[in-house]
């Protein structure tokens, strides 16, 4: 590396800046320092990539021995040194979140990649978001066809929904993944609005603003459990702020998610806000929107959403559910959603006992309520959930069945990964695990995957 990087000790590049350094790389088993990559900032909001080298140690295997493994970047034995065009694609989400994507990747992304002899167009293809429909058009034509028999890493600066929509773009080609079928890598650099599976997996968290790139760069990748939302006739996919519905486009009127699907106050919630306006401000237009819900203008008091639930139990040996009893009948609800994650953003806990990426769908619920405050206490950052509240039901479950019984198409809209589904009046859906072969992988840290024991 050059000399004119600036040289800083590794203690404050394993202390106080910790959170922003990608990882350290070793050039050679001759090397006395380590060059070491960090997500920086020269002003708010507008990450950059900065370069330190730490202080000389006395031989390699000291300086090897003083950096925690998990942040050594071996660029000599990992997918970086195998990527090429064929195989490895950049995805830049042009319009997720607040629009960063674009700055990230031209100002972090590509010259990290760079660093690591990483050349766009030589040794990775890039393709740039030009509308909703351009990632599942791409999964389509490029990935479903290639992991038909090949690796492959696709780096997706994206939020929740790019991943849903690469999920989806598979499982509706689903003749196409046959016995030599090979789960593509998502290296997932978070740039949406709740960032809830980053989150969940420890892609990003209170010991990581790296958008990601630790992980890509360190990390190894895991199956991602997904769950299949079937919808009766007549439901739609709203756009545009809600004033486009399309039929859904898919064979089995089903959708498929990673994250979370809800109805009620939370899909609501995120219908609501999903505006241009809103998208503004980040991750706080949730606040805003549910602020109006809990306490609307006209008095009225937070809306009870009428619909039955049923839960469902799987039973392996015949791949058929029945309705567990355990649950008394549930027609009246404030917040119902199931979920693989345990955050729906950086500062929203909704499900402590969820780990990353276990598999387990954990069902939040609670009923009617007449004023906002006792709405916050149920949510309560997932405390209610650990202290056992009899007001709310928190456990996990195979799947579930709704049957709406709202009049006004307002109340009937389900969020699946942030996209919004309105029900036609009468209509049903059914939320179950989906049980097939791996589908997607995801690269995480991989001391973050290991359980840990709430107390």
């Known amino acids: 590396m050059a000399s004119h ?37 020269n002003v708010p909001g507008a990450p950059i990539l900065q370069q330190f080298k730490t202080e000389d140690y006395t ?34 989400s042009t319009m997720s979140g607040t629009g960063q994507a674009s700055n990230f990747y031209k100002n972090v992304l590509e010259p990290l990649l760079r660093k690591f002899d990483l050349l766009e167009s030589r040794d990775f293809e890039l393709q740039t978001t030009n509308s909703a429909s351009t990632i599942t058009e791409l999964t389509a034509s490029i990935f479903c066809p290639r992991a038909a028999n090949k690796s492959q890493n696709i780096v997706l600066l994206s939020g929740d929904g790019g991943m849903s929509d ?23 650099v978070p740039i949406g609005t709740g960032n809830a599976l980053a989150n969940s997996s420890g892609i990003i968290g209170p010991g990581d603003n790296t958008f990601g790139l630790r992980s890509l760069f360190c990390g190894q990748p895991k199956p991602v459990p997904i769950f299949r939302v079937t919808f009766t006739e007549g439901a739609r996919l709203l756009s545009n702020e ?25 899909a609501t919630l995120v219908a609501d806000s999903d505006t241009k306006e809103y998208r503004k401000h980040g991750d706080k237009r949730f606040a805003m929107v549910a602020n109006d819900l809990v306490n609307p203008k006209d008095g009225s008091g937070p809306h009870s ?52 990426l276990d598999g387990r769908l954990m069902l939040v619920r ?14 309560g950052n997932g405390q209610e959930l650990l202290a056992n509240d009899p007001a709310v039901t928190y456990r996990e479950v195979d799947g579930f ?26 209509g049903q859906l059914t939320v179950s695990k989906h049980v097939g072969g791996e589908v997607v992988r995801l690269r995480v840290m991989e001391s973050f995957v290991e359980p840990l024991t709430i107390v």
């Open 366 to 379: 609670f009923g009617p309520q007449n004023n906002a405050q006792e709405i916050w206490r149920l949510m």
């Open 5 to 41: 990087i600036p040289i800083l000790p590794l203690k404050t590049l394993l202390g106080e800046l910790r959170p922003l350094v990608i990882g350290f790389n070793i050039s050679s088993h001759h090397s006395t320092h380590a060059t070491c990559f960090l997500v920086g900032q």
């Open 59 to 92: 031989d390699s295997n000291a300086l090897e021995a003083a950096i925690p493994p998990g942040l050594l970047i071996d660029h000599t034995s990992s997918w970086i040194a195998q990527a090429e065009k064929e195989t490895t694609t950049v995805v830049v």
């Open 401 to 426: 069945m709704i049957a709406f019984e709202e009049e006004e198409e307002r109340w009937r809209r389900v969020c699946v990964d942030g996209h919004i589904i309105q029900v036609e009046k009468g």
């Open 242 to 266: 809600g004033t486009k519905a399309d039929p859904l486009k898919t064979t089995s009127q089903s959708l498929y998610g990673a994250v979370v699907c809800s109805w009620a106050l939370h």
């Open 166 to 188: 690469i999920i989806n773009g598979i499982m509706e080609a689903e003749d196409a993944r046959g016995d030599k079928w090979i789960a593509p890598t998502i290296n997932l």
């Open 305 to 356: 959403y009428k619909g039955d639930l049923k839960l469902l139990k799987a039973h392996a040996e015949t791949r058929t559910q029945t309705f567990d009893d355990q649950l008394t009948e549930q027609k009246e609800h404030c917040y119902l959603l199931a979920t693989f994650c345990s955050k729906l953003d950086a500062n929203f806990t909704i499900s402590p006992r969820s780990r990353p």
